[in-house]
């Protein structure tokens, strides 16, 4: 089985300071990671992932995200946010080569004021 | 290359009634998914297809829910009858293959409310 958390269900940052989206997650075997956003009226949009390798992994619009293998977490971050970047955020995983299924957070809507 | 397209955007319909939704995969990808969003929640898997085969459809939640994918290309999620739980927005992803280097391109969703 494989689940995903994301504790927050709103952040609220001003624009230019550090934005941070947590999540932790739970699979049997390797998990394999990924942040979508989702911006209004639109589909999701995948961000980035993390297989294997560098634990930090850089992805699209300046995004980044940390796996933390002992904290089971997988941290989305921006160190510097744009207004343009209010969307709702979801983290998701998948257990591996076992699971091709997507396992989805709530989701996490990022307010970013000017 | 266009996207993957859900058809309708929005669907308002009551109770009891049906309701078919439709998606239009990327062109050349053979798997074909399809999820829902209930109520704010997390983002849930219904089925997967391989081109016209369904691979997995443990997520589909009754036998209400009717998916096909005649010809390997579009698909349909038939909801029939709809009840009130039905509500929730539903998407549609597609890969080319289902190893990890391929990702998973969804589409906008369908807005289902029933009333």
């Known amino acids: 089985a494989q689940s995903v958390a994301q504790p927050e269900d709103q952040v609220n940052v001003a624009e230019g300071n550090p934005l941070t989206v947590k999540c932790t997650y739970s699979v049997s075997g390797n998990p394999y990671l990924f942040w979508y956003v989702q911006y209004p009226n639109r589909g999701l949009q995948f961000l980035l992932k993390?297989?294997?390798?560098?634990?930090l992994v850089k992805g699209s619009y300046g995004f980044e995200a940390e796996f933390n293998k002992s904290q089971t977490s997988f941290h989305l971050k921006k160190p510097s946010a744009l207004v343009s970047d209010s969307a709702l955020y979801f983290c998701?995983?998948?257990?591996?080569?076992?699971?091709?299924?997507?396992?989805f957070g709530a989701g996490t809507t990022v307010t970013v004021r000017a | 290359e266009a996207g993957v397209t859900q058809f309708p955007s929005h669907s308002v319909i009551e109770k009891g009634q049906t309701v078919t939704l439709r998606c239009d995969p990327i062109?050349?990808?053979?798997?074909l998914y399809w999820y829902r969003r209930v109520m704010g929640k997390e983002i849930k898997f219904l089925l997967h297809?391989?081109?016209?085969?369904?691979?997995?459809e443990s997520g589909m939640p009754n036998n209400r829910f009717l998916a096909e994918r005649t010809g390997g290309t579009y698909s349909t999620l038939k909801v029939q009858p709809a009840e009130l739980e039905d509500s929730g927005v539903y998407f549609c992803?597609?890969?080319?293959?289902?190893?990890?280097?391929?990702?998973?391109?969804f589409g906008p969703g369908t807005r289902l409310t029933v009333t």
């Open positions: 993390y297989i294997t390798g560098d634990n």
């Open positions: 998701a995983v998948r257990d591996g080569t076992i699971d091709y299924k997507l396992s």
């Open positions: 992803a597609s890969s080319h293959d289902t190893g990890v280097s391929y990702e998973q391109y």
């Open positions: 297809f391989v081109k016209e085969s369904k691979q997995d």
């Open positions: 062109s050349g990808h053979d798997n």
